[in-house]
Each structure stands twice: as C-alpha cells, then as structure tokens.
Nanobody, 118 residues
C-alpha cells in the first residue's frame, strides 16, 4: 500500500533547477509534518526541509537559500524547488511524513534520484 509517491528527479547540469513532488494519501497529508531528506553516496541521510500546517517551513543548515519547500493542500502534495544545482546536491531525495501531534507514525517514500553533472 503506497502512502508517499515522489517524482521529479533526474540528471541536471550544474546551475540548473529541479522541482520534486511528493503526493501523499489524504489522511497522511492532513495529519502530518512532511519533509524532504536526502542521502548522498557514503553519507548519512540529512534533513533538507520540513513543512507543517500554516506553511511553516524549516530548512537544513546547508540549504543556503537554494531550496524551497511548499505544500498544496488541494493536491495532497508537497514540493521541493532547487535552484543553482551543484554536483554536491547529487543524492537520493526522500519524502517523509510524521504524525503531527505525537509522532505516532511515520512513512518514507521510495526516493527519487537527483544527479547533477559538472
């Protein structure tokens, strides 16, 4: 039973941009904090950004203004816009959802590969 579905990854040249999408089941979307994480080869998974009700967003320290997370409640979807892509942004990007009030459940998406060529 698929709960989160990511899309939008691909191969991009340095300096380019991408928009990742993550659709969630409606019950999950309505009751969770949603986030994007990424994991580069040989590195630990790290938080890119999360977003909660009221479009309150928090970003990882490395994001330096190039990443924007947003949510569309009419589509049960969150987005991650990345501009000025760099080779070090190459990673698998994962969508994540965690129950809003008490973190009683969480889900991970299958991941979408982003590869940035120099």
């Amino acid at each position: 039973q698929v709960q989160l579905v990511e899309s939008g990854g691909g191969l991009v040249q340095a300096g380019g941009s991408l928009r990742l999408s993550c659709w969630a089941d409606r019950d999950i979307f309505s009751n969770s904090v949603m986030a994007w994480y990424r994991q580069a080869p040989g590195k630990e998974r790290e938080l890119v950004a999360n977003i909660r009700r009221g479009n309150v967003a928090t970003y990882g320290e490395f994001t330096d203004g190039r990443f924007t997370i947003s949510r569309d409640s009419t589509k049960n979807t969150i987005y991650l816009q990345i501009i000025d892509l760099r080779p070090e942004d190459t990673a698998i990007y994962y969508c994540y959802a965690e129950e809003y009030y008490m973190s009683r459940w969480n889900y991970w998406g299958q991941g979408t590969q982003v590869t940035v060529s120099s």
